[in-house]
Nanobody
């Protein structure tokens, strides 16, 4: 089993920045795909950014140029700049180990003045 612990969410003003972290622990081997998804109230969970071994990073169009995903061993980060009110959502970390998917508990990001 893989356990995921997310951190870094919070309240930020429009135009501000936040950095999310997701640390994987437990049986952490062969994790070749990590990513961030978000779910706004009343909406479906959607892809934000993913990082896969041997492949380019992938971003949703609505975050390109503002968000950056990176990975350091078994921790994945999401640097979020130029935040907008529409970025308000619960952000979830996703990890794939072979064919098994693990989700974090989610961290709330609120962009408001």
């Amino acid at each position: 089993q893989v356990q995921l612990v997310e951190s870094g969410g919070g309240l930020v003003q429009p135009g501000g920045s936040l950095r999310l972290s997701c640390a994987a622990s437990g049986s952490i081997f062969a994790i070749n795909h990590m990513g961030w998804y978000r779910q706004a109230p009343g909406k479906q969970r959607v892809l934000v950014a993913t990082i896969t071994s041997g492949a380019p990073t992938n971003y949703a169009d609505f975050v390109k140029g503002r968000f950056t995903i990176s990975r350091d061993k078994n921790t994945v980060f999401l640097q979020m700049n130029s935040l907008k009110p529409e970025d308000t959502a619960v952000y979830y970390c996703k990890v794939v180990q072979y064919a098994t998917v693990f989700w974090g508990q989610g961290t709330q990001v609120t962009v408001s003045s």
